[in-house]
């Protein structure tokens, strides 16, 4: 009985010594964002939530300046009564002319930070982060902070864009033979949304990937479920199965919306060649919508919007291709998957860079309907 009292009396010195944080005392930052201003300098807009039983305004933005993304949080603390704390900080947005200048020093600070999350999402701008966070347009998130960082999670859980964690970004810059991709934030109107994909060249921003391109380059990067996505086809090519070839919903381009997408894909060097690539694309959906009157009962239609499916997509895809090499960018990794495949003809880090303008690359989609929806 003595050894317990014993125990428990120290146990109640030692909780005593703690350092207590009341939670209405702090501002619990949940996302910042970083802007490049003069003389080297950066401003930091931080999101902040707060628990103050003495106001109903749960969070506030604080902007401060300084040269380091530390030297940010300082002075940010110096402008307010709360204590900020880095712990709950999920969402990192950085400016694209910051972004052009280079990411590595802000990732190995955030990287060797134990206050935040590894596992939390980044993101470039192309507008001042200020304003993009200090829109007020968050549905019914308790910020705009975690508006936006459930936006890039949704985003990424439905598969509309790659994986965008600190981790995953830090792993392709570090590794040679691909490059990180990460979520364009814009503004349209007040709304803040995803415009596109920022494409990289190890940890610098150089181009910005169109929102219609995001899903091609998804088609090369990762096997998907439950994707979609829309495209014009060839109206020539679907004269014959018109039910009422006069009917004005006839006239015009046909469009066509897919739905519960999935995909195969497999990419290999030709010969061990890293120049000539080959990638054969195996796609399997639904035929949500065509915006012509077909009958989808004749003999041969659906295998006429399949082989059209294709031929466009290559299109596509042979756009994308252009704008990679034009760029000298590899977010699809084909020299990982080369140097992964060909123990023999291994590429260095310089080769790898030097050869992706050159490359030629062959495409073979096999498009699978599987079910067919409605013709408006």
């Known amino acids: 009985m003595r050894l317990i009292i014993i125990a428990i009396t120290t146990m109640l010195v030692c909780t005593s010594c703690i350092p207590k944080s009341h939670i209405e005392k702090l501002g619990i930052i949940t996302s910042v964002g970083y802007d490049a201003i003069e003389d080297e300098m950066v401003e930091g807009t931080l999101v902040v939530f707060q628990f103050d039983p003495t106001t109903s305004k749960t969070s506030q933005i604080i902007s401060s300046k300084a040269e380091t993304s530390k030297g940010i949080r300082y002075e940010a603390n110096r402008l307010t009564s709360h204590r900020l704390v880095s712990g709950q900080v999920r969402l990192e947005v950085f400016e694209d002319e910051l972004a052009a200048k280079g990411m590595k020093k802000y990732m190995d600070t955030l990287s060797r930070d134990a206050k935040i999350s590894d596992l939390g999402y980044l993101a470039i701008s192309d507008i001042p982060t200020k304003e993009l966070m200090s829109s007020d347009q968050s549905e019914d998130s308790p910020n705009i902070g975690i508006y936006l960082q459930s936006l890039i999670e949704k985003s990424i859980k439905n598969h509309m864009i790659p994986d965008s964690v600190l981790t995953v970004f830090l792993r392709d810059v570090q590794d040679f033979g691909i490059d990180p991709v990460l979520p364009m934030l814009s503004m349209n109107g007040d709304k803040p949304y995803i415009k596109g994909l920022s494409l990289f060249k190890k940890d610098k921003y150089v181009s910005t990937l169109s929102e219609e391109d995001i899903y091609h380059l998804m088609l090369l990067r990762q096997r998907s479920k439950d994707t979609e996505f829309q495209l014009d086809l060839d109206s020539e090519a679907f004269?014959?199965?018109?039910?009422?070839?006069?009917?004005?919903?006839?006239?015009?381009?046909?469009?066509?919306?897919?739905?519960?997408?999935?995909?195969?894909?497999?990419?290999?060097?030709?010969?061990?060649?890293?120049?000539?690539?080959?990638?054969?694309?195996?796609?399997?959906?639904?035929?949500?919508?065509?915006?012509?009157?077909?009958?989808?009962?004749?003999?041969?239609?659906?295998?006429?919007?399949?082989?059209?499916?294709?031929?466009?997509?290559?299109?596509r895809l042979q756009r994308l291709m252009d704008q990679l090499k034009e760029d000298g960018v590899d977010p699809v990794g084909f020299g990982k998957k080369h140097n992964e495949r060909n123990r023999k003809h291994q590429l260095t880090e310089e080769e790898w860079r030097k050869q992706i303008p050159e490359m030629n690359v062959e495409f073979n989609i096999h498009m699978k309907l599987l079910r067919y929806g409605t013709s408006e």
């Open 239 to 315: 004269k014959p199965y018109y039910k009422d070839e006069k009917d004005d919903v006839n006239r015009g381009s046909l469009h066509v919306s897919l739905n519960d997408l999935s995909n195969k894909t497999t990419i290999r060097s030709v010969n061990g060649d890293f120049l000539q690539q080959k990638v054969d694309i195996e796609i399997e959906g639904r035929l949500l919508e065509i915006t012509k009157e077909v009958d989808l009962k004749q003999p041969d239609v659906i295998k006429t919007i399949e082989n059209e499916i294709e031929k466009q997509l290559k299109v």
